[in-house]
Nanobody, 123 residues
Framework: VQLQASGGGLVQAGGSLRLSCALS????????MAWFRQAPGKEREFVAY???????????RYADSVKGRFTISRDNAPNTAYLQMNSLKPEDTAVYYC??????????????WGQGTLVTVSS
């Protein structure tokens, strides 16, 4: 499985960005897709995950720090997960990583990871 994350960049506070994560090499629909982030000098932290369909695992889950501002979604064709980030704050500045696995978790215990994409929010 390979994950390719894209969409990061520099944005002013209050702005928006959409990150994408393309999965290749396996059947996309069987995986939980997640986003984590890591700011300089900090540990990797959970952002959001979405199950492979809403009938097995319920609704997407978000970290409290992004709830109401970020939206995770997925498109099983073309095997891509998205993270729509609105009302961005300087504290959202981090490298964002997408991940895939069989079990939904807010812990960084996923089987596969993308290379990360940098999001910088200026004040």
């Amino acid at each position: 499985v390979q994950l390719q994350a894209s969409g990061g960049g520099l944005v002013q506070a209050g702005g928006s960005l959409r990150l994408s994560c393309a999965l290749s090499g396996r059947t996309f629909g069987n995986y939980v897709m997640a986003w984590f982030r890591q700011a300089p000098g900090k540990e990797r932290e959970f952002v959001a995950y979405i199950n492979w369909n809403n009938w097995s695992g319920g609704m997407p889950r978000y970290a409290d720090s992004v709830k109401g501002r970020f939206t995770i979604s997925r498109d099983n064709a073309p095997n891509t997960a998205y993270l729509q980030m609105n009302s961005l704050k300087p504290e959202d500045t981090a490298v964002y990583y997408c991940a895939a696995g069989r079990i939904a978790s807010s812990q960084p215990s996923y089987d596969y990871w993308g290379q990360g994409t940098l999001v910088t929010v200026s004040s």
